[in-house]
């Protein structure tokens, strides 16, 4: 079985352990810069405002107290997101993070019965440990421990957990009632063509005959109908969703603990990052660097660090996002321990006509702007004609970065001694 | 680790949090030499052995929080202004135990205590009386392992 736990609201909640006068007030997080609401709590969401509305638009619900906005505050996110990471590690050995606020669980070789005794557990500690409130979605696969967890999320009589099995008839309702635009890698281009067939319900698909579907549609797609069957075929890199975020990790072959092999892994998982943020014409704001040590060698000293670089604007160029890369590996690496795993996330992307709204902006950031979407436009085009890594960026642009605007950034309760929370 | 010049100018946008690192108390380095009778020193077992403060204070990392006193409402109880908590969240509260508390949307740190059967937060000043706490909004947010100290020096 494999879990996927994902915190609610998680910005907002990361705010909230703090500064509990923000429970139950409508809070949104603004992007670095202040430009747009990156984040949402419920209350915020069930006020109509939409993800990416420009600041400037709710200054005057601001100013009449009846919104709070933060700037964005990233190292505060990336510690709390590591500790929800540590607690789930107590669990299992295998913890992978999908995104900032979601991971995947393994549960192999825990007794399925206990499975929801087991979540429980999970979703307890982890809010009572780290504060942050999360959900839980157990199934055979990552396919149906998705719809697990929107189930957990949306529907209140699950309390938070959700265990599915697959020939259990409340999944088949649940599936009934799922449209296919909720089921992990269909995206909306596959949704209408799907439509055209009647099929409308993560139920119709699964229903659909595997073949049929990879003659039809994809091979991808065919182990999305297995996966909704309960036969695990996906790993997490394999579904290629409209994503909110770019995840690029691999374990390495052996173990290492050179500076300069990780930097190589790093820059070559985020010049990918970046082909993909391209690809599907988004910007991201920031850069979450990851190692992992192997826990599966107790007798080795365990580190298994992250960090989050915050990138001036938004951007999908390579350069930009390999200086994150590599500075927050810079900041996060210790010598003495070996790793097997290194990633990088993008997170917080955003659609690219988005950037125009930047009111900052003047002439000379928009001919420098032009000129990396030329450059990386190139890159694109060389690459996929003459084979991926054919052209490569070796040594990142070191940027002199003007400070971000950060005017209403709450505290770093975690990460700096000077701003621990204040007691009476 | 980063060099100092890119600590400087990336001050604001680098966020380092690595894991405790080893930050262990100097300690006698032991030689292990046989004694004048021939027995081996008993020292040499020990050798190599450090204390980390992380070790003794934090004992599950994930849901530990450093957070600062402000005011002089607990120093009966030895926690004076400017003193820092390691505060665990994984731990129930009992009464006895010195807690972080929310009340009514502030976060304050107070001794829990039963008073004739009803809980109370109790101040270590005469000035601060207990403050009841079964009719108001009220929740624990941690417990509080130690408190650290420091001396102007």
Redesign the interface.
């Known amino acids: 079985m494999i879990g996927l736990v994902d915190c609610n609201n998680f910005y907002a909640s990361c705010e909230r352990v703090f500064d509990p006068r923000l429970e139950g007030r409508p809070l949104g997080v603004m992007s670095n810069n202040d430009g747009c609401v990156i984040a949402r709590s419920n209350e915020l969401k069930a006020l109509g405002i939409e993800m990416g509305t420009p600041v400037f638009q709710l200054q005057q619900l601001v100013r009449e107290g009846r919104i709070h906005l933060l700037s964005s505050n990233y190292e505060l996110y990336g510690d709390m997101s590591t500790r929800v990471r540590e607690v789930l590690e107590e669990f299992s050995a295998g913890v992978e993070p999908y995104s900032i606020d979601e991971m995947f669980v393994r549960f192999d070789g825990f007794d399925r019965n206990s499975m929801l005794t087991l979540s429980r557990t999970l979703h307890r500690n982890v809010r009572k440990f780290t504060g942050i409130p999360v959900c839980v979605g157990v199934a055979p696969t990552r396919t149906l421990a998705k719809l697990a967890n929107r189930a957990a999320k949306k529907r209140p009589e699950f309390k938070g957990v959700c265990v599915l099995e697959p020939e259990d008839v409340g999944t088949q309702r649940l599936l009934e009632d799922t449209p296919l635009s909720d089921v992990w890698g269909v995206g909306r281009r596959l949704v209408e063509r799907l439509a055209l067939q009647g099929m409308r319900t993560a139920w119709d698909l699964r229903q659909a005959d595997p073949q049929a579907i990879r003659q039809r549609y994809s091979v991808v797609l065919e182990r999305t109908v297995l996966e909704l069957r309960g036969t695990p075929c996906l790993e997490m890199n394999d579904v290629d969703e409209a994503r909110q975020r770019i995840m690029t990790s691999r374990s390495f072959g052996r173990m290492t603990g050179e500076l300069s092999e990780l930097q190589d892994a790093i820059r070559q998982h985020a010049q990918r990052g970046a082909e993909k943020l391209r690809q599907q014409g988004s910007l991201t704001r920031a850069v979450m660097i990851f190692l992992k040590s192997n826990r599966h060698r107790p007798d080795l000293p365990q580190y298994s660090p992250s960090t989050i670089v915050e990138l001036t604007a938004p951007t999908s160029d390579t350069r930009d996002i390999l200086a994150a890369a590599r500075e927050g590996l810079e900041s996060i690496f210790l010598r003495g321990y070996r790793f097997m795993k290194a990633g990088v996330m993008l997170l917080d992307l955003v659609d690219q006509p988005r950037e125009q709204l930047s009111l900052l902006d003047n002439e000379e950031d928009i001919a420098r702007r032009e000129r990396s979407r030329q450059l990386m436009a190139t890159l694109d085009t060389m690459n996929q004609k003459m084979g991926r890594g054919t052209v490569r960026l070796g040594v990142a642009r070191p940027d002199a970065a003007w400070q971000l605007r950060c005017a209403h950034r709450s505290a770093r309760y975690t990460t700096r001694w000077q701003e621990l929370k204040q007691l009476r | ?3 100092s010049a ?1 600590i400087a ?2 001050e ?8 405790p ?1 080893r930050c262990a108390l100097p300690h006698p380095t032991v030689t292990s030499r046989a004694g004048i009778s021939g027995f081996p020193s008993p020292a040499e077992d020990y050798a190599g052995r450090t204390l980390d403060l992380n070790e003794r204070l934090i004992k ?4 530990t ?7 002089d ?1 607990m120093e009966g109880y030895g926690i004076y202004p400017g003193d ?2 390691v505060v665990d ?2 731990i129930d509260a009992r009464p006895g135990h010195i807690v ?1 508390a ?1 009340v009514e ?5 107070k001794r829990y205590e039963l008073i004739g059967q009803r809980p109370y937060l109790c101040s270590g000043n005469a000035m601060y009386p207990p403050v009841a706490i079964f009719d108001l909004e009220c ?1 624990v ?1 941690g417990v509080v392992r130690s408190v650290i100290h420091e001396y102007a020096v």
Do not use: K
Request: proline share 8%.
């Open positions: 680790m980063t060099t890119a100018s990336h604001t946008l680098a966020c380092p949090h690595p894991a690192e599950r990392p994930a849901a929080f450093f957070m600062t006193v402000a005011g409402s820092t908590l969240r994984s972080v929310l949307g502030e976060v304050v740190v929740q947010w």
